[in-house]
């Protein structure tokens, strides 16, 4: 007979495939969950006609030394890459080089490709939203919105954005529901504009510039994911993300109307007419990265046998998403004696 799963996941983004490696490290078994078609959450990636485009986050950076040490390995086996490397900043009065000691990744050959990897060997349920929870004298239960049911589990995991998990913690406990009232989460809309033909080079600026912050209007970042580890061969593609006050600003504006926006205000920025796009598009994130820096160990473990985790509990940066499932992941195993 099949021992149950002692751990349910909600979201498999990176902070969940986290959690369930450091479990299934441990000896504990689990099940995640995702609403989508695959791993990933904003390490999303999307394959387009010639081209695959990143719409969450374009690069992560290594400053803890338990992530910088993953992500040593991860270099080795060859899932993440540097990049950019030649990196700009756009301001008002024009692009100037961006240079610090920081190394940048990007995973190889696109964003996606490191959640699918660590996915590997894990029970996965994906397209399967999770709508309510429900403790059962044998565990937790787990009610989808195709009206299945999940479990029994000892202890489930909630790794989606804070908004999404306060409706599943709130009917049982009022604690954890605070903790995540608590979270600010911004927005961020994601545009992408695929070319026939390279971009000019700006004026004064390197035909070979792969991203750049922007400081003016109504972007944060550039990326062109042609110049990513791994996708030298597809065509000039751009991903045109948007700062938090525009994104606030066009939240419930439709990606048809954001899409032009974008381009039009990068075009602007960029000193030279831009070839006419073959394709065009926009992702809305209405729950992109949590505001400002919280207190606690970087996650939230109720003695009913509820977590939280994610980036919201630590800070905005990937390796905070990392670092909370991989921490809530060994508490969760210490707990059950593993």
């Known amino acids: 007979m099949t021992a149950m799963p002692s751990i349910a996941i909600i979201g498999a983004g990176l902070t969940g495939l986290a959690c369930a490696r450091v479990l299934a490290e441990r000896g504990v078994s ?3 969950f995702d609403k989508a078609r695959g791993p990933g959450g904003r390490l999303t990636s999307r394959r387009l006609p010639g081209a695959v485009v990143d719409l969450g986050a374009q690069y992560f950076t290594a400053r803890e030394p338990r992530f910088a040490a993953r992500v040593d ?7 993440v890459a540097p990049w950019p490397t030649r990196l700009w900043r756009v301001e008002a009065k024009g692009w100037q080089p961006h240079r610090d000691d920081q190394t940048r990744y990007s995973a190889v050959p696109r964003m996606s490709a490191l959640t ?11 397209q399967t939203r999770i709508t309510a929870l429900e403790q059962q004298a044998d565990g937790w239960w787990l009610a989808d919105d195709q009206g299945q049911e999940h479990g029994p589990y000892a202890r489930v995991v909630i790794t989606v954005p804070t908004p999404q998990a306060e409706p ?39 035909d070979d510039w792969q991203a750049a912050f922007v400081n003016s209007g109504p972007l944060s970042l550039v990326s062109r994911n042609d110049s990513k580890p791994g996708r030298t061969g597809q065509g000039e593609s751009l991903t045109l993300l948007a700062g938090p006050a525009a994104s606030a600003d066009w939240l419930e504006d439709d990606a048809e109307t954001v899409a032009p926006r974008l381009l039009s205000a990068f075009e602007t ?36 046998g509820l977590a939280l985790a994610g980036d919201g509990f630590r800070a905005s940066r990937v390796e905070d998403a990392w670092l909370s499932g991989h921490d ?5 195993a210490a707990e059950l004696g593993h």
Do not use: K, M, N
């Open 30 to 32: 689990s099940e995640i």
């Open 73 to 79: 390995a991860w270099r080795q086996a060859g899932l």
């Open 116 to 126: 699918r990897a660590l996915a590997e060997g894990l029970t996965l349920h994906v």
């Open 168 to 206: 599943l913690v709130a009917p049982h406990d009022a604690a954890l529901a605070a903790d995540c009232r608590a979270v600010t989460q911004r927005p961020c809309w994601a545009g992408h504009a695929l070319f026939e033909a390279p971009l000019p080079p700006p004026p004064g600026v390197d």
């Open 269 to 304: 920025l960029y000193g030279r007419p831009l070839p006419r796009p073959r394709l065009l598009g926009a992702h809305r994130w209405r729950y992109a990265q949590p505001a400002g820096q919280v207190s606690g160990p970087g996650y939230r473990l109720s003695a009913q």
């Open 328 to 332: 809530l992941g060994q508490a969760l």
